[in-house]
């Protein structure tokens, strides 16, 4: 699977393809398969890595366009189950970006102070400035997952209860359509992604956590405790999906239960997003290209000392 580097984006746009929904109105989680493959199988796991390795190199450069030209801004927001593959993908598929051009958050339980705010303000202040990639690791969405599966959190927030109606969940939804509009309409590029694992593959990857002191600190009480949430969480991801998949904000749901392929998934996206930015170096104009010749001439003709 080794490809020429001018025909990675046209390759990662179809092998991305399947997984994007950009109009959730007849979207149906059923219908996606947590450990799908696509074509490849267990077999072709190396062959997967190679084709990784080369999108990470197209996404570097990709990425360094992105950050001389300064204009536009990607946004790639991650949500999932607990050890769903999140933090390895981020890890793994942007391991080749400059760290100066890309900023990961990771978003817990709001603060004191988040919660003294609009559930947007903590997440939208670290929108990425032109030039840059910003990763969400969890995001706004949360406040139409875990909270939509706990209610009881919506009194945490100290919203005024009159303000907190039988149409509280479509007015977020209306509401992260307009802030991502918005964005969008300012050069921020979306790309999100929801991490679709197994119920089944979730315990072995828990259990796993559990038998390797080294992966003890990622597993916590409450994790085991929300998998009795399951079909609740489900049935909201499914229709936030279907709420906020548009063509300015598309979401992309990958096939989790295999990392090798979720990963390869994951950068074929990203590049696809950034290849669809037409981004290019910015032109030298005469009077600079005058300039750099005759920066060239006077430093060609210092002497030879340090």
Known sequence: MVLEHEDVPKRARAFAKPYRVSDGASFRLDDVDPGDTGDLDQDDKERAKDALQTGIDVLAALQD???????????????????????????????????????????????????????????????????????????????????????????????PPRLVGKRIWEERYEDIRNHERYLARNGVAFCKFFLHVSKKEQKKRFLARLDDPAKNWKFSASDARERGFWKQYMAAYEEMIRETATEWAPWYVVPADNKWYTRVVVAAALIDTLARLDLAYPTVSDAQRAELAEARRALLEEGGGD
């Open 65 to 159: 366009k992105l950050y001389a030209q300064d204009k536009w801004a990607v946004l790639a927001v991650f949500q999932a189950m607990d050890a769903a593959g999140k933090d390895g993908a981020i890890k793994h598929v942007m391991s080749g970006v400059n760290p100066q051009g890309c900023e990961v958050y990771s978003f817990k339980a709001p603060t004191s102070i988040d919660l003294d705010h609009d559930y947007l303000w903590r997440t939208h202040k670290h929108v990425p400035e032109r030039g840059r990639i910003g990763i969400f690791n969890r995001s706004y969405y949360e406040e139409v997952l875990v909270v939509r599966v706990h209610p009881e959190l919506l009194e945490r927030a100290k919203i």
